[in-house]
T-cell receptor, first 112, second 117 residues
Framework: KQEVTQIPAALSVPEGENLVLNCSFT??????LQWFRQDPGKGLTSLLLIQSSQREQTSGRLNASLDKSSGRSTLYIAASQPGDSATYLC???????????FGAGTRLAVHP | ETGVTQTPRHLVMGMTNKKSLKCEQH?????MYWYKQSAKKPLELMFVYSLEERVENNSVPSRFSPECPNSSHLFLHLHTLQPEDSALYLC????????????????FGPGTRLLVL
């Protein structure tokens, strides 16, 4: 059974710092791994999707890497801004009807 | 805006009430999902619909009854809920249900915050 863990659970940093959020999964037989952002009281916004054949994906200041063999993914946020404050969720897809297994999230606060 | 809307945004109900949550997607997608997000647990998949047919029921109690009348609309009918059912209920859609193995990006609605008294 796939389990997804995110570390740290919460993070508070000053503006401008480069950040690394960690995600680990127990079953390396995944098809892809996705990173989402959730703002308070709102739904999820897809940030990056990494297929199992890929090692990383980039979008603006965000870079996500995937190491299937070690069961890890990291989300790198460059030059953090207060607008990056949100909860970041990773989710592993192991097949079936698009059944994503989510981690509990990392709650990020970037202060001016 | 992700193209997925949910109503109501907030709902308070007693354990004997019957209510329904509504989800609508304007993206032309063929798959729709219900998720539950509790305060102390990760986001959990409840149901998956592909072309209006339920294809996944993730061991959800029968007091939750989904309905998908067409590919753009999804309902979650609630009856005789328990206080532990209080949570954020999220709807999502994707182009396809991901059977090909690649997985599809899912687009989420803002959710309905449910409180059961």
């Amino acid at each position: 059974k796939q389990e997804v863990t995110q570390i740290p659970a919460a993070l508070s940093v000053p503006e401008g710092e480069n950040l690394v959020l960690n995600c680990s999964f127990t079953d390396s037989a995944i098809y892809n791994l996705q990173w989402f952002r959730q703002d308070p009281g709102k739904g999820l916004t897809s940030l990056l999707l990494i297929q199992s054949s890929q090692r990383e994906q980039t979008s603006g200041r965000l870079n996500a890497s995937l190491d299937k063999s070690s069961g890890r993914s990291t989300l790198y946020i460059a030059a953090s801004q207060p607008g990056d404050s949100a909860t970041y969720l990773c989710a592993a897809f192991s097949g079936g009807y698009n059944k994503l297994i989510f981690g509990a999230g990392t709650r990020l606060a970037v202060h001016p | 805006e992700t193209g997925v809307t949910q109503t109501p945004r907030h709902l308070v109900m007693g354990m004997t009430n019957k209510k329904s949550l509504k989800c609508e997607q304007h993206l032309g997608h063929n798959a729709m999902y219900w998720y539950k997000q509790s305060a102390k647990k990760p986001l959990e998949l409840m149901f998956v619909y592909s072309l209006e047919e339920r294809v996944e029921n993730n061991s959800v109690p029968s007091r939750f009854s989904p309905e998908c009348p067409n590919s753009s609309h999804l309902f979650l009918h609630l009856h005789t809920l328990q206080p532990e059912d209080s949570a954020l209920y999220l709807c999502a859609s994707s182009q396809e249900p991901g059977l090909a193995g690649r997985g599809e990006t899912q687009y989420f609605g803002p959710g309905t915050r449910l409180l059961v008294l």
